[in-house]
């Protein structure tokens, strides 16, 4: 029988004995938690998530009536931690019949404590006041939200505790200053480092196999807790934090019509990753954002990745594929199962890159075109038929220079926003680095390793040359023009990137028949043919 008096002592007892998920000693030494601010720089795959689920339980359980919150980057990772720590108390057979509730957001004890696990959001946070706040992945949460909103909720309570965890990212941020200060002596927070070669459970083949298909910045960063320098970083931290907002984007396999998506696919061999990324715009702007990123295992079949992405019932505007080493047979077959694709999917053959300039369109020269388009539709309800551009794209140096310069620019104009659930990414893009090689062209880092989501985004907004030669993007294109603050809503509209369509929250059929349909018959007759560019 365990003695709940030390398990309510020790915490690498409670996590031994009661809820049979051992600790290593230094985990545990990490979340004694003395100091009211902790701050733990740990590689991947260390068990800082799973040792975090395990501080929350031993803190509701060591005393009643405790309130603690957990505050992830993003949506699926707060659901994934509450969800570790409702295995971990009904796992359990000491712990299981304390628990009185298990809801969506949160577990309750008997004893009256409550762990919630939100994401970084404000609106979800304030408002709270917690004993115990532990932030997952911290360096990615941004300095106005932690500072502001996160570690305030633990100010009415004398003998609260924080705790900030994460992998290192860039050396700028609340996260980093709370590093130095604590490598600088502060009394206040309790500063620990754990090593990767601490972990046993990670072999030295799979480090080796990071090493060898990661940059040395990327690797210095997520294996061995070393804070990128931010004086050759593509994306500075405080224009990502300003960009991101707390919008759900799509999955893959339920971004549906008929609003249409740029698109960009990077493949992955061995040890890189496959990847997509979706650019949608936002009902009545012309402010975008990522709809949709997904990243397969390292050496998934590729079979299956351009399999999935064909079966999408996303309406692809321009799906831009990479061409580089096994991508040119990849692009192949997934141009091809798009070509089989339904008309109102963007079957069809290959047509043209045509570039629209969005501010003729906007300005009415081609209203006509825009009026004949909403004809056809009342005449044809549903999404109209259209052919989905196929890019296939050959990175180069000067390539995909213009495709992160693009995306630089509308993320620091605000035209392109971020879902904060989008960790990975959002990491990818902080480590992206700009090194000048000795023939005087500029190198980015994100060319090789596991920058996947990131090659994927960049290869999103389509860059390519135009007729006379000069490098462009189809994206820089769409968002030519005026700024315009936009913030998204949580469950957003989408629109076309380049038409009217637009596709609501739970959309899954055509638009409803409009009652004009008489009326718009005896205007324009039925010879409007659906394919017409």
Known sequence: MPDFDRARRNIAVFADELARMPMTLWQARALTLRTRTTAIVAPRQSGKSRSLAVAAAYWAFRKPRQHVLIVSAGEDAARRLLSEVRRLVTGS???????????????????????????????????????????????????????????????????????????????????????????????????????????????????????????ETRFAAEYEGVFASGADSLFTRASLDAATRDYLPDRLAEMRGPARVLAGVDWGVSHDHSAVAAIGRLAGTRTFAVRCTYRWPSGHPLHDVYGSIAASPAHFDT????????????????????????????????????????????????????????????????????????????????????????????????????????EDLRRELLLLRVDLQASGTERIEASVGHDDLAD????????????????????????????????????????????????????????????????????????IDPRED
């Open 93 to 215: 057979p000491y712990l299981e019949g304390s628990v009185t509730d298990e809801g969506a957001a949160l577990v309750a004890l008997s004893n009256g404590s409550v762990i919630r696990s939100v994401p970084a959001s404000e609106r979800q946070i304030r408002g709270w006041t917690v004993d115990l706040l532990l932030v997952d992945e911290a360096a990615l949460v941004s300095d106005d939200l932690l500072l502001g909103a996160a570690i305030p909720t633990t100010a009415a309570r004398p003998d609260a505790r924080v705790v900030l965890a994460s992998s290192a990212t860039v050396a700028s941020g609340a996260f980093f200053d709370h590093v130095r200060r604590a490598e600088a002596g502060s009394q206040n927070i309790a500063l620990h480092r754990w090593a990767l070669t601490d972990c046993k459970w990670i072999s030295p083949s799979v480090i080796e196999a990071a090493r060898e298909s990661m940059t």
């Open 319 to 422: 799906i831009a594929m990479e061409t580089n080493g096994v991508g040119a047979p990849c692009a192949q077959e997934l141009t091809r199962l798009l070509r089989q694709r339904p008309a109102p999917e963007g079957g069809g053959p290959a047509r043209r890159l045509r570039l629209v300039d969005v501010q003729d369109w906007e300005f009415g020269k081609l209203r006509k075109q825009i009026e004949r388009d909403q004809l056809r539709r009342e005449i044809q309800p549903g999404p109209s038929p259209f052919v989905t551009r196929k890019v296939s794209i050959h990175t180069t140096a000067e390539l995909k220079a213009t495709g992160y310069t693009a995306l630089r620019l509308a993320i620091d104009r605000g035209r392109l926003l971020l879902p904060a659930s989008a």
């Open 456 to 527: 994927a985004l960049m290869l999103a907004t389509v860059p390519h040359r135009d007729k006379r030669g000069r490098w462009q993007t189809v994206l820089g294109q769409l968002i030519a023009g005026e700024d315009e603050p936009v913030s998204a809503e949580r469950l957003p509209v989408w629109q076309s990137v380049s038409g009217p369509e637009t596709t609501s929250p739970g959309q899954t059929g055509p638009p409803p028949e409009s009652p004009r349909l008489k009326h718009l018959r005896e205007r324009v007759g039925t010879a």
